[in-house]
Each structure stands twice: as C-alpha cells, then as structure tokens.
C-alpha cells in the first residue's frame, strides 16, 4: 500500500489536488456557499468529474464521532462489513469466529499493511484502543452497553486480537460491524488521544478525506477521493457533497431541479419521487414504526400498568388500512418486533383488528370511559403522519393521544429523564435479532426502557439465547418476541425500510432490496 497522506482532512486547495490525483487531470466540482444554483455543489456528467450531491436525512449529527453519533462510511471502514444483502463481509478484519463453545471468545485477523489518514498502522493495539474508548462512560457510545462485558482483550499478535467476554454474546460480528456506534468502526489510535478532534473531523481508514473549507457542519460536509485507499476499486466519485436538508420534501424538490442526484427516501416522499420520474430503490432494512409504550407500570398512565389495557390499545389498531394510507407497496402491516420470515417472526400474528375485543378489556380493566396518553415524537411529516393514524384509530375506543413533537437533533439528544413525562414515545427502529433488540428495549437496563420494567420469562429466554447456537435460537427468538407481543409493550403499526430516489442518467444503485441500511457508500456513477 502507499504511504497515508498526513492529513485527516483537507483544505479546498488540497480538495482539488486530491481531484487532479483521482482523476488523472479533472478537478472535484466542490460544494460552495454562493448563489442558490450553485448551493449545493456541482454534479458529475459525462466527460467530466464526478461529484455526487447526496441527501443523507433531515437531522445532522451533532458530533462527526462515529462512536457517538452516524456511521459515516465514506470516512471510517469497520472490521466486518454487513452488506446490503445482511451477509457479513471482510472489510478490515480478514477473517473472524468464536472460539470454544459458549459465545464468550471471539477472535479477529486484521487486514496487513493498512494505516489510518494520519499514518499510524492498523493493528491489534487500535483495535483494543477503540474498544476501550467505546467502554469510557464519558464518552456516551451507542455501543458502550454491548462492550460492558468485555472482560479481557488478548494481543495474540500484531494483527491479531481476541475479545474474552464476562458473559455470553452470539451476535459479536454485529458489534464489530457498522452498527451503534460499535468498536468495529475504527478511528485512529493518534486521534483517540485527543478524542476532541473527532466531533468536527474525520480520523478513520477511509476512501474519502473531509474538505474542511467547503464544509458547513451540521449543514453540508464535502469529500474528496482519497488516492491512497487501500481498495481503489470501492472509490467510486471523486468527491461527495452529503447534505441535511430540515424536511424531506425540500431535498425532493432538490432532485426534481437537479441541485441532488440522490436522496435517503421514507415513504414520506417516494411515491412523489416515482411519479416525477425519479427512480427508486428499496425500501431498504426493515424498520418497525409505531409506539413504545414506555409507562408501563402506571406512573404516568396509571391504565398502562394494566396489560389488558395495553392489549386493547393493539387491537384498535386497523394497521392493514394504516399502511396502505400512509405507504402502499412499500411496507407491510405488523403486530410484533419482527419482520416477515426474519429473525423471531411469528407467522399467526397476535392481534387482528378487532375494537369490540379492544372495548371488552377496557372495561374489564375499568377504563371503558378511555384516557389520555402524552407522547413524545420526533417533528418530522413521516413521524407526524404516522402517530395522528394512531391517534385517529385509538379515538373509536376513547383513548387521546396528545402529541409532543420536538425537533430531531433534541430528540436524539433525549434520556430517560426526558421520556419519564410521557406514557409513550415514537417508536422508529430497525428490526434486529431479538437479542440484541432487548438491550435496547425491553431489559432491566435497556437505553429505551425508561421505567426499567421487568419481566422474568424474558430474562431467561435472554440468558438462553446467549449461549445458544445459531439453530437453536431460531426457536428461542420466536418466543422472545412472543412474549414481547404478549406483554403488549408496543404499538407496532408497520415495517417499512428505507429507499433512495435518484437520478439515474447520473446515479447507479447496484441493490435491488436492501436489508441493510442503505449508504451513499453503496452509490455508482450510472455505466
């Protein structure tokens, strides 16, 4: 490999040299500042650079740390890849497994002669660097619940590292992937020093390097091809400008005036792109949208404590005529934290749509006059949207929803103590194994259950399906989310993933159906 240039980011200068290096002679078109037609940067046609003008979504990151905030794929490769098919595959890590049975020692071979932006070598001390930074209370990683139980981080050799754990954990190829801000997603051992740095820069293995002079954080970041990369055939523009527009219909009209050529899509403006002629793939990784019924010992929604209630609250919900209102064909109606035939799905469902049942056990519960329910909610038109069907449905049994929505970037920003005001909150997630859906939501400690609420059959389903083969959790997801269903702690309306519009006389997207996340890493010039 080529010696890394020294620098984690560069100039506009040294934006268009980058450029010239990339392409044998072209200068990146870079994003400026100046008049509306030019605001959004230049975008690749033929015979000249290629730069492509990415919408990613309507809430910016408030810190570029990757341990803390987006995954940016165009800045930080991650040990293990999870492509957009949901296979697992090497990226800086060659090879992976556990060792011995019982989930509790998992060993990584790293790729040689790698090195970050700023020149220090890619090794198995890194590794073990952004792992501890990943445990660091004061750091507030996504990932830090995952990582609490690594107990001791062997160095076999330079490039080899393996991970002992206080207490099983099957899905270890996860963490050390792309997700929550996990160890996978590694950041120079130099930068971890002065972890600073991180929030406005990028300090990664990457295939592009931040341009600092066209960049306005929390508004627009540009990027120009990195020549050194280790894998040149995965640098695909020779620069990206990624935006974050405040509402997705003004990055529609983007595209529809040629100022995007690619945009992150929910269902909330698809259809529109369709019909003016921009394509569409996905949607992508499925993703749940309804409630979490966080209050669920009563505190304060006393008639959420009663299960009955919260029962009746799911057969309210006609979900087969709330999807097809608010999405169509792009998603599907559910009753349960799984998607069809994924991990945990129950193919007979739990609650058909049913408001004389729903009436029955309110009154059963002593509710039969309804309540009122605050619920927290990100402002956007999707979340919006959505949470009024819920609140239209669950009015024919006289239930109230008054909605809070608050702006993205405080929503993301919320704890526990936030959410301790309401009976319940938006629910957006995107469906994973049901193990590792617990830590999030439904465990003691999990960072979405803001009233701490238990439940022992789910306790040991958990400690089962830690130890258990990948066969045997089959069974034991299924009963996990069962149970779940059972317990009536959500509102699941729909699962719908997410799409990208483009333009595609400019933009390739090489996956019909993503089950991943998709990326503007997975992005191509069009052939």
């Known amino acids: 490999m ?138 507030g990683s996504q990932s830090a619940q995952y990582v609490a139980a690594i107990s001791e981080i062997e160095i076999v050799d330079d490039l080899t590292i393996r991970i002992h754990l206080s207490e099983p954990n099957p899905l270890l190829p996860t963490l050390f992937s792309q997700g929550m801000g996990g160890p996978g997603i590694l950041v120079s051992p130099a930068a971890l020093e002065d972890p600073s740095v991180l929030a406005t820069g990028t300090h990664g293995v990457s295939r592009y390097l931040l341009v600092e002079d066209e960049t306005v954080l929390g508004d627009h970041y540009a990027f120009a091809a990195n020549p050194d990369y280790w894998n040149p055939d995965e640098v695909h523009w020779d620069g990206v400008v990624v935006h974050y527009l405040p509402e997705e219909s003004a990055a529609l009209s983007a595209l529809q005036t040629g100022q995007l050529d690619a945009a992150w899509a929910s269902f909330a403006i698809t259809g529109a792109g369709r019909d003016a002629g921009l394509s569409v793939t996905g949607p992508g990784r499925p993703i749940i949208l309804g409630l979490t019924l966080t209050d669920r010992g009563g505190v304060v929604v006393p008639a959420l404590a009663d299960v009955r209630v919260r029962q009746a609250l799911n057969y309210a919900l006609d979900r087969t005529k709330i999807t097809t209102a608010l999405i169509g064909e792009s998603g599907a109606p559910v009753d349960q934290l799984a998607t069809p035939d994924g991990a945990g799905w129950n193919s007979d469902g739990f609650y058909p749509h049913d408001v004389e049942r729903a009436r029955e056990l309110l009154t059963d519960a002593g509710y039969a006059d309804g309540f009122t329910i605050p619920v927290r909610l990100p402002n956007s038109e999707q979340h919006t949207r959505l949470t009024q069907a819920i609140a239209d449905a669950l009015s024919d049994i006289n239930v109230r929803l008054e909605l809070q929505a608050v702006p993205g970037n405080q929503w993301d920003a919320a704890d526990a103590a936030t959410n301790s005001a309401f009976g319940a909150t938006y629910l957006g997630w995107g469906i994973d194994d049901p193990v590792r859906m617990a830590a999030s939501f439904w465990l003691a400690d999990a960072t979405n259950n803001t009233f701490g609420s238990t439940d022992e059959t789910l306790q040991s389903l958990q400690e089962q399906a830690m130890i258990a083969g990948e066969d045997d959790r089959e069974d034991i997801d299924r009963q996990i989310i069962a149970r779940v269903a059972e317990l009536a702690w959500f509102l699941p309306v729909l699962v719908q993933g997410e799409s990208v519009l483009y333009d595609d006389e400019l933009v390739e997207v090489p996956w019909v159906d993503f089950l991943s996340v998709p990326t503007v890493s997975e992005l191509r010039p069009a052939s």
């Open 2 to 139: 080529n010696g890394a240039p020294r620098h984690p980011s560069l100039t506009r200068r040294q934006f268009v040299i980058a450029g010239i290096a990339a392409t044998g002679g072209v200068a990146v078109a870079a994003c400026s500042s100046g008049s509306s037609s030019d605001a959004y940067g230049a975008g690749g046609t033929a015979g000249s650079s290629r730069t492509l003008r990415f919408h990613e979504r309507t809430s910016a990151p408030t810190t570029l740390d990757p341990a803390v905030g987006f995954w940016n794929p165009l800045a930080y490769d991650v040990l293990i890849y999870r492509a957009p098919d949901g296979t697992f595959q090497p990226q800086l890590a060659e090879s992976w497994q556990y060792v011995g049975a019982g989930n509790t020692t998992f060993e990584l071979v790293l790729r040689p002669d790698i090195t970050f932006t700023d020149g220090t070598p890619l090794t198995a001390d890194a590794v073990r660097a952004n792992i501890d930074y990943r445990k660091d209370p004061a750091v």
